[in-house]
């Protein structure tokens, strides 16, 4: 590795470290072996629940913090930092920074829309596991998974999705004083927060314990554009069919474009750690 500085990968999962329709990470494996070779913190960043991303850590053998919800929570290992203020909250073996609302508050708010709007809005906490499953192409303990949710409601719009019903959506959704992320598969629900204040409050602990540092952020979506501008180096997956997100390129312009998904995380870290991106 070329860097004086000490590099911290942020990475987001669906679409960018996974593959977005078998969400296999087989075709980064050569970047994830180098990099835990040279100790490098990957800090996965993720629309996921916690149960789900506990999961991937331990087929990535990743024991480095990580971010749920898109960015309503990070997660830091007991004893990750040697010196970490004491409000931060305890959780388990967690030491736990939350941005995010209560998930019960969320489903509350959806109910009152769906009840003002009349605009036909499932949440995850609508379905059955095998509903999440067909519609995610997970399989069903995954589903299960996906469902423990603690601080956002992903929603499914059932019917046509156009610019009208969605301007309907954010309008009430601003009213609320919530936010909504639209996805590929679903709309997200969730409070004002995003994966890139997490990111700051992260950057500060890992500058404080390894003082000099690289921060590179990894995403392909709209939902990782805090993120990539929170960091020093912006990498940005294209989508399926080759595509990048042109909304994040406008507002991310010095984002580096990559193939989409684990083959293109894979170049990308490879070239980072062999200094071409600087």
Same mark, same amino acid.
């Given at each position: 590795?070329?860097?004086?500085?000490?590099?911290?990968?942020?990475?987001?999962? !669906?679409?960018?470290?996974?593959?977005?329709?078998?969400?296999?990470?087989?075709?980064?494996?050569?970047?994830?072996?180098?990099?835990?070779?040279?100790?490098?913190?990957?800090?996965?960043?993720?629309?996921?629940t916690r149960h789900e991303v506990e999961v991937y850590r331990q087929r990535l053998?990743?024991?480095? /913090?990580?971010?749920?919800?898109? #960015?309503?929570?990070?997660?830091?290992?007991? #004893?990750?930092?040697? %010196?970490? /203020?004491?409000?931060?909250?305890?959780?388990?073996?967690?030491?736990?920074?939350?941005?995010?609302? @209560?998930y019960a508050d969320i489903r509350e708010m959806l109910s009152k829309m769906r009840?003002?709007?009349? $605009?036909? =809005?499932?949440?995850?906490?609508?379905?059955? @596991?095998?509903?999440?499953?067909?519609?995610?192409?997970?399989?069903?303990?995954?589903?299960?998974?996906?469902?423990?949710?603690?601080?956002?409601?992903?929603?499914?719009?059932?019917?046509?999705?156009?610019?009208?019903?969605?301007?309907?959506? %954010? !309008?009430?959704?601003?009213? =609320?004083?919530?936010?909504?992320?639209?996805?590929?598969?679903?709309? %997200?629900?969730? *409070?004002? %927060?995003?994966?890139?204040?997490?990111?700051?409050?992260?950057? $500060?602990?890992?500058?404080?314990?390894?003082?000099?540092?690289?921060? $590179?952020?990894? #995403?392909?979506?709209?939902?990782?554009?805090?993120?990539?501008?929170?960091?020093?180096?912006?990498?940005?997956?294209?989508?399926? #069919? *080759?595509?990048?997100?042109? !909304?994040?390129?406008?507002? $991310?312009?010095?984002?580096? @474009?990559?193939?989409?998904? /684990?083959?293109g995380w894979n170049r990308a870290v490879l070239e980072l750690m062999e200094g071409?991106?600087?």
């Open positions: 590795m070329r860097h004086e500085k000490k590099i911290v990968l942020f990475s987001d999962l !669906d679409g960018t470290l996974l593959d977005r329709d078998t969400y296999s990470f087989s075709g980064a494996e050569k970047a994830l072996s180098r990099i835990r070779e040279h100790g490098v913190p990957l800090v996965l960043a993720t629309s996921k053998s990743n024991s480095h /913090p990580f971010i749920i919800e898109n #960015g309503a929570a990070a997660f830091i290992p007991s #004893g990750y930092f040697p %010196h970490l /203020p004491s409000l931060f909250t305890k959780r388990g073996d967690y030491l736990v920074i939350e941005l995010g609302l @209560p009840e003002r709007t009349s $605009v036909p =809005l499932r949440g995850l906490g609508d379905m059955t @596991p095998e509903e999440v499953a067909e519609i995610s192409n997970l399989d069903l303990e995954e589903a299960r998974l996906s469902k423990m949710r603690e601080y956002t409601e992903p929603c499914v719009l059932e019917g046509e999705r156009n610019e009208a019903i969605l301007a309907r959506i %954010h !309008d009430e959704v601003r009213e =609320l004083g919530l936010k909504l992320t639209v996805g590929e598969k679903f709309l %997200h629900l969730s *409070g004002p %927060h995003n994966k890139g204040e997490l990111v700051r409050r992260l950057s $500060v602990l890992f500058r404080t314990s390894l003082k000099n540092i690289l921060t $590179v952020g990894l #995403g392909d979506g709209k939902n990782d554009v805090e993120m990539l501008a929170e960091c020093q180096i912006a990498i940005l997956l294209r989508k399926k #069919g *080759g595509l990048l997100d042109e !909304d994040v390129m406008q507002r $991310v312009p010095n984002a580096l @474009p990559y193939e989409a998904g /684990p083959a071409k991106l600087t």
